[in-house]
Structures are given as structure tokens and as C-alpha cells.
């Protein structure tokens, strides 16, 4: 199982699960399957694949864009100690036991 959690203590506070095989939005809006309503993030932000090895993460052409470990991307793949950065919010890759 892999999660997604904000560590940053000026930001709301997030967790998100996800199953190997699983693919979800993440975006501010109700169509989004996992929904971060912060500053910056568009209504569907980008995109979330979870396979047993890694987290795929696809920008869905928002505004502001994605960042992986301080970096700008637009798809990448993560691993747990990763840093997504989704508009202000900064998401911590992790796996979790089943």
C-alpha cells in the first residue's frame, strides 16, 4: 500500500492510500478522487499510478504545475522518500504494510 502525506505544519494535513494497481486524480474540485483544496492546485491537478514498485505521477496540464524532490516534471516515477509538490502542498511518498 503506498501513501501520500503532507508533513508541512503551515499546511493542511493530508493522507492518502493507495493500492498497487490503483490510479487516481488528485485536485481541488469534487471530480477528483483525491482532493487537496490548497492554494495553487487546479481542479484536476494531475494524475496518480500505483504499481508495486513505484508511484507514477502524471501532470494533468495544471496551472502550476508538479515537482518531484524540488523538481519541475511533468511524469515521474517515485519511490518512499520521494517529495510531491502539488501547488503549495508537499505530499511524502510511503508504503504502508497491508
Known sequence: MWTLQSSDPDTPLFTFRLSP????TIGRSSGAELIVD??????LHCRVEAHDETLEVIDLESTNGISVNGERVSRAHMIPGDRLTVGRVELQVGRADS
Open 38 to 43: 490548497a492554494a495553487l492546485v487546479s481542479r
Open 21 to 24: 494497481g490503483s490510479i487516481k
